[in-house]
């Protein structure tokens, strides 16, 4: 018995999808997830007149400048030290400016659209 409402917890677990972000609150966090974790190493390409990087076959908004990964998802930025994570939010002041100028054609989901 105990056995199988492990395992029925368990199973309901693995399917949990995230909640979506529901704002920011004063200091500026939201309750959105982290991107997805990618376990294979992105192809990157330039995007033209800038020193960042972007994955055009990534799932998701997926950049890199100076050796740090960058992601917009669900309303919020993120940033790690390795395209495999760990990924933790950042206020938007910390993404550097030439990320946050990428032109939004060079994003796999564009800011507003739920991904």
């Given at each position: 018995m105990l056995l199988t409402a492990v395992l029925v917890v368990s199973?309901?677990?693995l399917r949990a999808t995230p909640t979506p972000a529901r704002g920011a609150d004063a200091d500026g966090n939201s309750d959105a997830p982290p991107p997805p974790v990618v376990l294979v190493a992105p192809h990157f390409v330039a995007v033209p007149g800038?020193?960042?990087m972007y994955a055009p076959r990534a799932?998701?908004?997926?950049?890199m400048f100076h050796g740090r990964y960058y992601s917009f998802h669900r309303?919020?930025?993120f940033a790690a030290k390795s395209h495999k994570g760990p990924w933790v939010e950042v206020a938007m002041e910390r993404v550097p400016f030439a990320v946050r100028a990428v032109p939004v054609a060079y994003y796999k989901i564009r800011p507003g659209r739920r991904g």
């Open positions: 199973a309901s677990l800038s020193a960042v799932a998701f908004n997926l950049f309303g919020a930025w």
